[in-house]
T-cell receptor, first 113, second 113 residues
Framework: RKEVEQDPGPFNVPEGATVAFNCTYS??????FFWYRQDCRKEPKLLMS???SGNEDGRFTAQLNRASQYISLLIRDSKLSDSATYLC??????????????FGKGTKLSVKP | NAGVTQTPKFQVLKTGQSMTLQCAQD?????MSWYRQDPGMGLRLIHY???????DQGEVPNGYNVSRSTTEDFPLRLLSAAPSQTSVYFC????????????FGSGTRLTVV
């Protein structure tokens, strides 16, 4: 099983739609979880952290299920500007207590007018 | 604040040449790391550092060296460039590593011919 797995997509959705991405991770000892956004030919940028209790930031909601080792990202009322690749990220096995971050390969979202 | 600055943005090398990719951050982050991103492979960790004078290997360290003489700088050295090292290289830094997410530089696009 790969350390972090995501559906590569692409997800093609109309403006205003609600879209959900899922991610699974293999290391049950992982303690930190994030969603990053990466625009074409740009660097990844932190979208939001994912907490055990779930968290929401405007139109974005992240959920964590430790028992199933599963993370989700929900985007409501999609905008054209949401078009990007979304990277699921967990802390991995390098770095001892620091726990380097392991990146999924990303899920591509394309929001159409 | 400049954040994380990478130079150069683009580079073409001949096989066997050596070069250093520069990375500097002005956020007083202790934690810095280098990733490479290849199509279909996602981001893979090359080397990381948890503070000045401390470095360690990540997932794909072969062919690369790093040093961390100051908190601000974390250069990546390619010892003898090979076509397999053609990639986009990202430097990232973090306040305390896993719990706070990373800030990425804008990347270096390297082609080895």
């Amino acid at each position: 099983r790969k350390e972090v797995e995501q559906d590569p997509g692409p997800f093609n959705v109309p403006e205003g739609a609600t879209v959900a991405f899922n991610c699974t991770y293999s290391n049950s000892a992982s303690q930190s979880f994030f969603w990053y956004r990466q625009d074409c030919r740009k660097e990844p940028k932190l979208l939001m952290s994912v907490y055990s209790s779930g968290n929401e930031d405007g139109r974005f909601t992240a959920q964590l299920n430790r028992a199933s080792q599963y993370i989700s990202l929900l985007i409501r009322d999609s905008k054209l500007s949401d078009s990007a690749t979304y990277l699921c990220v967990v802390n991995g096995r390098y770095g001892g207590s620091q726990g380097n971050l392991i990146f999924g390969k990303g899920t591509k979202l394309s929001v159409k007018p | 604040n400049a954040g994380v600055t990478q130079t150069p943005k683009f580079q073409v090398l001949k096989t066997g040449q050596s070069m250093t990719l520069q990375c500097a951050q002005d956020m007083n982050h202790e934690y810095m790391s280098w990733y490479r991103q290849d199509p279909g492979m996602g981001l893979r960790l090359i080397h990381y550092s948890v503070g000045a004078g401390i470095t360690d290997q990540g997932e794909v360290p072969n062919g690369y060296n790093v040093s961390r003489s100051t908190t601000e700088d974390f250069p990546l050295r390619l010892l003898s460039a090979a076509p397999s090292q053609t990639s986009v290289y990202f430097c990232a830094s973090s306040y305390q590593g896993r719990d706070y997410g990373y800030t990425f530089g804008s990347g270096t696009r390297l082609t080895v011919v």
